[in-house]
């Protein structure tokens, strides 16, 4: 589909220090991929801009991860800190990144990333393809894949209950087992729609009095609100308060 975004370092631009490497050679494609060398120790990412933070936790098993450039163009701040003792860290690694402009708009927002994970080979690019074959228009094949993921995916409540920090979505896994939280809907419903070229937000934020995760999905060039978990588990939510998006 026109539009997809599938991530890469190439290795074109790259910077190297304290075993993290970074590699932001398509910042214009509205991300970047980090890796850190495996060890014992935490690692935590942060991407600042303008005075706007997001933090991440890194893998730290040596593995490329795929992380947003979601504020915009501008110069922004890649830092890396390594767990110095319990909740204590200090930095070890932190590179400046201008990003003069995008080659889509909403770049950031058709390709995977750390919180919405999915590749080529995932079972749900397949299910996307097959939901959305016959059909043309963004608005029917969200309405497809809402749909699909209603009559496909349960709420956990028992997973919501026990949930531990640190926690992302294992996409294929949530739908083997037909069962997901809130962040796994919300970044379910993100991956199958990106993997047909539809730009949407995963956002986390309040419902109401409630942390929750949601989606903003751009349909005819007006970001709409949909939120999986609330149609699957039947809930009134009243307010909405978005805190970030990915």
Same mark, same amino acid.
């Given at each position: 589909?026109?539009g997809?975004v599938?991530p =890469? !370092? /190439? %290795?074109?631009k790259?910077?190297n220090?304290?075993?993290t490497? &970074?590699?932001y @050679?398509h910042a214009e *494609?509205?991300y ?14 942060r ?5 706007q933070t997001?933090t ?7 593995a ?9 163009t ?8 390594? =767990? !110095? /003792? %319990?909740n204590k860290?200090?930095?070890?690694s932190?590179?400046? &990144?201008?990003? @003069?402009?995008?080659? *889509? ?11 919405v994970?999915y590749?080529?080979?995932?079972e ?5 393809q097959?939901?959305c074959?016959?059909i ?8 497809a894949?809402r749909?699909?993921?209603k ?8 997973l919501?209950?026990?949930l531990?920090?640190?926690y992302?979505?294992?996409?294929d ?13 919300s970044a ?9 070229g539809i730009?949407t ?7 109401d ?7 903003n ?23 909405y308060t ?5």
């Open positions: 589909c026109e997809i599938w =890469q !370092a /190439s %290795g074109d790259v910077a220090k304290g075993g490497e &970074i590699d @050679s *494609d509205g970047i991929m980090i890796r850190q060398k495996a060890g014992n120790k935490r690692y935590k990412l991407i600042e801009k303008d005075a997001y991440y936790d890194l893998n730290s098993d040596g490329w991860e795929v992380f947003p450039l979601q504020l915009g501008g110069s922004y701040a890649v830092k890396v800190f390594k =767990q !110095a /003792s %319990g860290y200090s930095s070890v932190s590179q400046k &990144i201008k990003v @003069s402009a995008f080659n *889509d708009d909403n770049a950031c927002f058709l390709c995977p990333n750390q919180y994970s590749n080529e080979k995932s749900l690019v397949s299910i996307s097959e939901l074959a016959e043309t228009d963004d608005a029917d094949k969200v309405r894949i749909d699909w993921i009559s496909n995916v349960n709420y956990d409540y028992v919501a209950l026990s531990q920090s640190g992302l979505p294992e996409l896994n949530v739908i083997s087992k037909k069962m997901g939280i809130c962040f796994d809907f379910l419903m993100g991956a199958l729609l990106r993997s047909q730009p937000q995963m956002v986390m934020g309040y419902a009095i409630t942390y929750h995760a949601w989606n999905i751009l349909i005819d060039g007006e970001w709409v609100r949909y939120d999986a978990t609330s149609a699957v588990t039947h809930t009134n939510i009243k307010q978005e805190e970030a998006v990915y």
